[in-house]
């Protein structure tokens, strides 16, 4: 038996660290609002991106079984949870936009203060390699995001409180 590999083996690359989440406004185009993102602060536990295909099985009459399968929508389905908590990761999490926040400990309810799209940015941030003397980053760019909260706020007084998220990324940047 023989294990295929492509290359050397980096066991740096197979570590990975924490990552970092930031935020921001929805851009025009997929490179215009990268520079004003803002980090959410700390994530607890594991950053899942999953990949939600929808696809259509192609049949024929002469066929017992499909023939051919073809991609008709992708997107992304990313779920973490944000350690700091302050109303803007509230107003974050339950998917309301910046202005529903009245002064620092406000959040104004209600459907006219839903947040729009917006776009976020993944770092995932791995273990320095010796022999090259840098890190192996993972960045991943959405542009067309809506965060909404995956489950209650707990507010637990011996633990910390979490805020899960879970973040549609639709895979169409371009319109």
Same mark, same amino acid.
């Given at each position: 038996?023989?294990?295929?590999?492509?290359?050397?083996?980096?066991?740096?690359?197979?570590?990975?660290?924490?990552?970092?989440?930031?935020?921001?406004? %929805?851009?025009?185009?997929?490179?215009? $609002?990268?520079?004003?993102? #803002?980090?959410?602060? &700390?994530? @607890?536990?594991? =950053?899942?991106?999953?990949?939600?295909?929808?696809?259509? %099985?192609?049949?024929?009459?002469?066929? $017992?079984?499909?023939?051919? #399968?073809?991609?008709? &929508?992708? @997107?992304?389905? =990313?779920?973490?949870?944000?350690?700091?908590?302050?109303?803007?990761?509230?107003?974050?999490?339950?998917?309301?936009?910046?202005?529903?926040?009245?002064?620092?400990?406000?959040?104004?309810?209600?459907?006219?203060?839903?947040?729009?799209?917006?776009?976020?940015?993944?770092?995932?941030?791995?273990?320095?390699?010796?022999?090259?003397?840098?890190?192996?980053?993972?960045?991943?760019?959405?542009?067309?995001?809506?965060?909404?909260?995956?489950?209650?706020?707990?507010?637990?007084?011996?633990?910390?409180?979490?805020?899960?998220?879970?973040?549609?990324?639709?895979?169409?940047?371009?319109?």
């Amino acid at each position: 038996m023989a294990l295929l590999a492509s290359g050397d083996l980096a066991a740096h690359k197979s570590i990975v660290g924490r990552s970092s989440i930031k935020v921001g406004p %929805k851009g025009s185009n997929a490179y215009d $609002q990268i520079g004003t993102l #803002v980090t959410v602060g &700390a994530v @607890d536990g594991t =950053v899942d991106i999953a990949p939600n295909q929808e696809v259509v %099985k192609l049949q024929s009459s002469a066929m $017992q079984n499909p023939y051919s #399968v073809l991609e008709t &929508a992708y @997107d992304y389905q =990313v779920t973490f949870s944000m350690q700091e908590f302050d109303i803007y990761n509230v107003a974050l999490t339950l998917s309301y936009a910046q202005a529903a926040v009245t002064g620092s400990n406000t959040l104004a309810l209600g459907t006219s203060n839903q947040s729009p799209l917006r776009s976020m940015q993944i770092k995932h941030h791995a273990a320095k390699n010796a022999s090259t003397d840098s890190a192996a980053d993972s960045t991943f760019d959405f542009y067309k995001v809506k965060l909404v909260s995956s489950g209650s706020i707990s507010f637990d007084r011996t633990g910390a409180a979490m805020l899960p998220v879970t973040a549609h990324c639709l895979g169409n940047d371009s319109d």
